[in-house]
């Protein structure tokens, strides 16, 4: 298959050869489409390639009108995924979900269950913010044995650069928009882990716990082409 093939279904163009260029196929954002549109795209990735098919930030109501229609398939409502035929093996890559409080859990969760998609080993740590340093000072061994950790933080977002002084292993910081005014819907948070003085923290957009994963998933698909 060519890694440049493209579908045309008038809405959209289905990028059917990303699989072969990247390892993964074409993921699909669901707000803004409808339905009809979402079962049209899916059954297009289900049909070429062979990987796990991910529609993410979908709603109840939705995801059961495209499972109606499109067999096979699971949903997560809390991450918001759709998800059609996970990996056949884990890839062998160890990753952390990290969150700073309760109410960062739901990117997280699309963190985690989007690695665990595609294929990663994911492990959850809930509610280590640094408002109680001891917290994660208490999971630190765990930290620092994975190949990756991504830290989903508010507020202020200190917890990223906490995390970064700790661990020698890539860490992928997700700025959230939790917090009082000053907060400013996560700017702050975004602004403070670009800012961090731990050195090499790689920084996706607010709430995208999705970007995190696929991040981690770069990590780990560049490992496994090494020879």
């Not at 409502?77 to 990996?87: E, T, V």
């Amino acid at each position: 298959m060519h890694p440049n093939r493209v579908h045309d279904l008038d809405f959209a163009q289905v990028d059917i050869g990303r699989e072969q260029r990247q390892g993964l196929p074409e993921a699909v954002y669901g707000p803004g489409k409808t339905p009809a549109q979402i079962r049209a795209i899916v059954t297009e990735l289900l049909r070429d390639n062979t990987g796990p098919v991910l529609v993410t930030r979908v709603d109840a109501e939705t995801a059961t009108d495209v499972l109606a229609h499109v067999p096979g398939g699971t949903y997560d409502a809390l991450a918001g995924l759709l998800l059609w035929r996970r990996p056949a093996e884990p890839v062998g890559f160890a990753l952390t979900v990290v969150s700073g409080g309760t109410s960062d859990w739901s990117v997280a969760a699309e963190a985690s269950a989007v690695a665990t998609a595609v294929g990663l080993t994911v492990t959850t740590v809930h509610d280590v913010g640094v408002a109680g340093l001891q917290r994660v000072l208490r999971v630190r061994e765990q930290l620092r044995a994975s190949d990756t950790v991504v830290v989903v933080a508010g507020m202020e977002g200190a917890l990223a650069s906490v995390v970064g002084g700790l661990v020698g292993c890539p860490v992928i910081a997700v700025p959230v928009s939790t917090g009082y005014g000053a907060s400013l819907e996560g700017i702050t948070a975004l602004l403070a882990m670009h800012a961090s003085c731990a050195a090499g923290i790689t920084v996706v957009n607010i709430d995208s716990g999705f970007g995190a994963a696929m991040a981690a998933h770069r990590l780990a698909w560049a490992g496994r082409r090494r020879p």
